[in-house]
């Protein structure tokens, strides 16, 4: 059975840094598009990041873009979300999110991912 499970969510203050962990279960040895996704209070979810599990494809919303890193380590099969200078406009659940096969152009739609975790809550105060 496969699913996801988020970790590493915390308070810091504007300019701090957080990272992120999601733990693969039944993923192992499969190529898969993994991402983060983020829903901020009163708002709609959003993309933050993805990556192809086989090969070094990394996508970024603009808005992180320089800021944070996504990555995956096969060894552990764990998706990770490193997350530098913090803004309050960080603040939100953070989810990750997985899928069998390629990421491509679409990496984003949340549609296609049949896999998600639980959220970890990120909240950066000023």
């Known amino acids: 059975q496969r699913r996801l499970v988020e970790s590493g969510g915390d308070s810091v203050q504007t300019g701090g840094s957080l990272r992120l962990s999601c733990q693969a279960f039944?993923?192992?040895?499969?190529?898969?598009?993994m991402a983060w996704f983020r829903r901020a209070p009163g708002k709609a979810r959003e993309r933050v990041a993805g990556?192809?599990?086989?090969?070094?494809?990394?996508y970024y919303d603009d808005s992180v873009k320089g800021r944070f890193t996504i990555s995956h380590s096969a060894f552990n099969d764990t998706l990770y979300l490193q997350m530098e200078t913090l803004e309050p406009g960080d603040t939100a659940v953070y989810y990750c999110a997985g899928r069998l096969g390629v990421c491509g152009r679409g990496w984003f739609l949340e549609e296609t991912f049949p896999y998600w975790g639980q959220g970890t809550q990120v909240t950066v105060s000023s």
């Open positions: 039944g993923f192992f040895g499969k190529s898969a598009c």
């Open positions: 990556i192809y599990t086989t090969g070094s494809d990394t």
